[in-house]
């Protein structure tokens, strides 16, 4: 939702830092790279008990993540870097899933939860973008719902600083997540049938 109705207000900067990064040589695919690493340690941050470490490089990461398809598009987007931004994404994400369920095993049964949730979220995302003859700013058709990549990064922050309920916000996540499901399951049927 915020990364389909807020971009408009944080674009401007994206910009100037893709235009930036673009004059230093810098390529989409580079920088999706180095997001990925730079988000994939926010696991290791959260198992060694670094929770404003985890917190900022996940965020840098997925403002890299954004900086990356700017990038593409004022160049030559290809499919090839679609596909490693989107599975590099669920990489960070499995990361932060991994590295909590390690650190506070407790909440295992939860996180795996949440994992299952995603998978099917972004197995509907997936195939709908790519059975959808609808194109939209993005190399696919792209689903806006309750649960985007800022909604996700608000709840993972909430699980990593606030990890002494980790379980009630990994819940919510899964809440959202299954809500998510059938918004995009329900604008599937009318797109698709």
């Known amino acids: 939702m915020l990364d389909t109705h807020a971009r408009k207000h944080v674009q401007p900067l994206v910009e100037k830092t893709a235009d930036f990064l673009l004059k230093r040589g810098f390529t989409a695919d580079g920088v999706t790279k180095i997001a990925f690493v730079i988000g994939v340690s926010s696991?290791?941050?959260?198992?060694?008990?670094?929770?404003?470490?985890?917190?900022?490089?996940?965020?840098?990461?997925?403002?890299?993540?954004?900086?990356?398809g700017t990038m593409a598009r004022k160049t030559k987007p290809s499919p090839w870097g679609t596909l490693l931004d989107i599975s590099f994404d669920r990489l960070v994400e499995l990361s932060i899933i991994i590295g909590l369920a390690f650190r506070f095993p407790d909440s295992m049964w939860a996180l795996l939860l949440l994992s299952a949730s995603i998978v099917v979220a972004m197995t509907v995302f997936l195939t709908v973008g790519a059975l959808s003859d609808k194109k939209g700013m993005k190399s696919f058709y792209y689903q806006a719902g309750?649960?985007?990549?800022?909604?996700?990064?608000?709840?993972?922050?909430?699980?990593?600083?606030?990890?002494t309920h980790l379980t009630t916000f990994t819940l919510l996540f899964l809440a959202v997540q299954i809500f998510t499901i059938g918004q995009r399951m329900a604008e599937a049927r009318r797109l698709l049938k």
């Open 43 to 68: 696991g290791a941050f959260i198992y060694w008990d670094q929770p404003v470490l985890a917190v900022l490089v996940l965020w840098v990461s997925g403002y890299l993540d954004v900086v990356d």
């Open 146 to 163: 309750l649960a985007e990549r800022t909604e996700g990064f608000i709840l993972f922050t909430l699980m990593i600083v606030f990890s």
